[in-house]
């Protein structure tokens, strides 16, 4: 995937330099293409969403606590206190994959598709579209809109959130349209090919429910909002009980490690996580706030250091200590402290005897599906927005499931280690639920036990989702009880939490700081301003 990509940004770079149409002119033969076909755009496409994805992950999950590093290094530590390294480039890889990685490529895929009456992927075009846009703006709040792509313009104005929440679920209309529709020729085979969706296998209903996720997840946010317990909670119980009615049809994008072009951002061989190999520390590392939510913490008080649990996901996701002082045991770091915590592990686990890479552990292998949307964490959503309308009786029905959803996500896509661990048993899963660490009815079940849960199955890999959970509860220990709460002296900005990335500075704070300007953007603080979408 990672090879073909390549191919492609450098033909989008040739119908941009000067001098290309004239090339292209003198050109028109078979074997220099001048359009690109839909059908060999998917693919790196789909690697696109998850290279892009996972890059900038690495940053979230440390202002989210899934993850921090074990590093004292400012490069380290800076998002975990919530703030940004001076003329960086990190936190826009994003930026990055929805106007460049994905970019042209992704508008000729839809041109192409929509102009041939390839209308299956059009209908995967416009998902993937709506998908990455909601992805930019709830990172970052104002966005390029409609303008990122007009030729010539240099400099380009933002777009807030309203306008742009808007204009994705048009991209959702004109997917659901095209999933409706059939093409002339038959693609089913391409499709289903390995070089073709690798999500899907082209299968439209579940496509269709993937545009229904998108629509659920963005309601969800709107909590703030005074429609949400008469409007918007409406929407997210239908969209969500119109998406995945399982796992098995989470989106998730396929990988088969038979080679480094062809393997999950999160395992370690592409080494995004461990960046610069088995001793890097600046990500990767365990955190208290998931060892303690795993470890008794969802309800009760959280047993330190544990060798086990009554919740059989800690051994499953998390990998215990091979440090001789604590041996078998679940260790994890305070955020923000850095190196303060020994032989800390790294969430591949360690590496074998004699073996110069580590096996993978949970969906942080090579083989590993790459998640982008699944059904618990849908379902998490819908029993939120069912328990702030008061219909506390459903809300609990849906918290169940996505719990028990969560442990089948374990066995589906939890399992690609080269050791895996062992399935979750059907009888842990009803100790559990059965256990002082669920709600056992719909009277005492609260707004902390689902948002908790629901950041369990985020966890590793929903880092911009789990983001906006935490910032539409704006950082409250009442609702995400083991979010360790920073001291204000730690906090770098002000001693405020962020709301929002930095965009992307090789691209707006070198070419279009003007437009910048007029949104606060040059402001230091800038990133603990509240985007729209968690504001009243």
């Given at each position: 995937?990672?090879?073909?990509?390549?191919?492609?940004?450098?033909?989008?770079?040739?119908?941009?330099?000067?001098?290309?149409?004239?090339?292209?002119?003198?050109?028109?033969?078979?074997?220099?293409?001048?359009?690109?076909?839909?059908?060999?755009?998917?693919?790196?496409?789909?690697?696109?969403?998850?290279?892009?994805?996972?890059?900038?992950?690495?940053?979230?999950?440390?202002?989210?606590?899934?993850?921090?590093?074990?590093?004292?290094?400012?490069?380290?530590?800076?998002?975990?206190?919530?703030?940004?390294?001076?003329?960086?480039?990190?936190?826009?890889?994003?930026?990055?994959?929805?106007?460049?990685?994905?970019?042209?490529?992704?508008?000729?895929?839809?041109?192409?598709?929509?102009?041939?009456?390839?209308?299956?992927?059009?209908?995967?075009?416009?998902?993937?579209?709506?998908?990455?846009?909601?992805?930019?703006?709830?990172?970052?709040?104002?966005?390029?809109?409609?303008?990122?792509?007009?030729?010539?313009?240099?400099?380009?104005?933002?777009?807030?959130?309203?306008?742009?929440?808007?204009?994705?679920?048009?991209?959702?209309?004109?997917?659901?349209?095209?999933?409706?529709?059939?093409?002339?020729?038959?693609?089913?085979?391409?499709?289903?090919?390995?070089?073709?969706?690798?999500?899907?296998?082209?299968?439209?209903?579940?496509?269709?429910?993937?545009?229904?996720?998108i629509y659920a997840l963005q309601y969800s946010h709107?909590?703030?909002?005074?429609?949400?317990?008469?409007?918007?909670?409406?929407?997210?119980?239908?969209?969500?009980?119109?998406?995945?009615?399982?796992?098995?049809?989470?989106?998730?994008?396929?990988?088969?490690?038979?080679?480094?072009?062809?393997?999950?951002?999160?395992?370690?061989?592409?080494?995004?996580?461990?960046?610069?190999?088995?001793?890097?520390?600046?990500?990767?590392?365990?955190?208290?706030?998931?060892?303690?939510?795993?470890?008794?913490?969802?309800?009760?008080?959280?047993?330190?250091?544990?060798?086990?649990?009554?919740?059989?996901?800690?051994?499953?996701?998390?990998?215990?200590?091979?440090?001789?002082?604590?041996?078998?045991?679940?260790?994890?770091?305070?955020?923000?402290?850095?190196?303060?915590?020994?032989?800390?592990?790294?969430?591949?686990?360690?590496?074998?005897?004699?073996?110069?890479?580590?096996?993978?552990?949970?969906?942080?292998?090579?083989?590993?599906?790459?998640?982008?949307?699944?059904?618990?964490?849908?379902?998490?959503?819908?029993?939120?927005?069912?328990?702030?309308?008061?219909?506390?009786?459903?809300?609990?029905?849906?918290?169940?499931?996505?719990?028990?959803?969560?442990?089948?996500?374990?066995?589906?896509?939890?399992?690609?280690?080269?050791?895996?661990?062992?399935?979750?048993?059907?009888?842990?899963?009803?100790?559990?639920?059965?256990?002082?660490?669920?709600?056992?009815?719909?009277?005492?079940?609260?707004?902390?036990?689902?948002?908790?849960?629901?950041?369990?199955?985020?966890?590793?890999?929903?880092?911009?989702?789990?983001?906006?959970?935490?910032?539409?509860?704006?950082?409250?220990?009442?609702?995400f009880r083991q979010f360790y709460q920073i001291p204000?002296?730690?906090?770098?900005?002000?001693?405020?939490?962020?709301?929002?990335?930095?965009?992307?500075?090789?691209?707006?704070?070198?070419?279009?700081?003007?437009?910048?300007?007029?949104?606060?953007?040059?402001?230091?603080?800038?990133?603990?301003?509240?985007?729209?979408?968690?504001?009243?």
């Open positions: 995937m990672k090879r073909l990509y390549k191919l492609y940004i450098a033909a989008a770079v040739l119908l941009t330099v000067g001098g290309c149409k004239k090339y292209l002119d003198i050109n028109t033969n078979p074997a220099v293409p001048q359009t690109s076909k839909a059908e060999l755009l998917l693919p790196p496409i789909l690697f696109q969403m998850t290279n892009g994805t996972s890059q900038d992950y690495r940053l979230l999950w440390k202002f989210t606590q899934n993850m921090i590093g074990a590093s004292t290094d400012i490069a380290s530590l800076y998002p975990e206190k919530h703030s940004f390294v001076a003329n960086s480039d990190n936190g826009g890889v994003i930026w990055r994959m929805t106007y460049v990685d994905l970019g042209l490529n992704l508008e000729n895929l839809i041109n192409d598709a929509v102009t041939n009456q390839k209308y299956e992927y059009a209908a995967i075009g416009y998902a993937i579209k709506a998908w990455a846009y909601q992805q930019t703006t709830d990172l970052h709040g104002p966005i390029i809109l409609d303008e990122a792509f007009t030729p010539g313009m240099l400099k380009f104005p933002y777009h807030d959130q309203p306008e742009v929440y808007a204009k994705v679920r048009f991209y959702c209309e004109q997917s659901l349209k095209y999933s409706m529709m059939k093409s002339p020729l038959n693609y089913a085979t391409q499709l289903a090919s390995v070089t073709g969706d690798g999500i899907y296998k082209g299968d439209m209903a579940k496509w269709r429910k993937f545009v229904y996720a709107l909590i703030n909002k005074p429609e949400f317990k008469t409007m918007y909670a409406d929407s997210v119980v239908k969209y969500v009980n119109l998406s995945f009615a399982n796992e098995s049809e989470s989106a998730t994008v396929y990988f088969s490690a038979a080679s480094q072009d062809d393997t999950n951002p999160f395992g370690p061989t592409l080494g995004y996580i461990n960046t610069a190999g088995a001793t890097a520390t600046y990500y990767g590392r365990i955190s208290t706030t998931i060892l303690n939510y795993l470890a008794g913490g969802v309800k009760g008080t959280p047993t330190v250091n544990p060798t086990s649990s009554l919740d059989p996901r800690l051994s499953r996701m998390l990998p215990a200590s091979t440090a001789t002082a604590t041996l078998g045991r679940y260790i994890a770091g305070v955020p923000t402290q850095g190196s303060s915590t020994s032989g800390l592990p790294i969430v591949f686990g360690s590496i074998p005897a004699g073996a110069t890479i580590y096996n993978g552990k949970y969906i942080f292998a090579d083989a590993a599906r790459y998640p982008i949307m699944t059904y618990s964490q849908l379902r998490f959503a819908k029993a939120e927005a069912l328990f702030l309308q008061g219909k506390t009786t459903d809300a609990y029905t849906a918290y169940r499931e996505g719990i028990s959803g969560h442990m089948v996500f374990c066995n589906t896509y939890g399992r690609s280690s080269k050791t895996p661990d062992p399935l979750i048993t059907d009888a842990e899963i009803n100790t559990y639920l059965t256990s002082t660490e669920v709600a056992q009815s719909a009277a005492t079940l609260t707004i902390a036990d689902i948002m908790g849960q629901k950041y369990i199955a985020q966890w590793g890999w929903a880092g911009l989702e789990q983001w906006t959970d935490l910032r539409k509860y704006h950082y409250d220990a009442n609702v204000a002296a730690d906090l770098l900005l002000g001693g405020k939490y962020a709301y929002r990335f930095r965009p992307r500075y090789n691209s707006e704070y070198v070419w279009n700081a003007e437009e910048l300007r007029k949104w606060g953007g040059l402001d230091p603080d800038y990133m603990t301003k509240e985007t729209w979408f968690s504001q009243p």
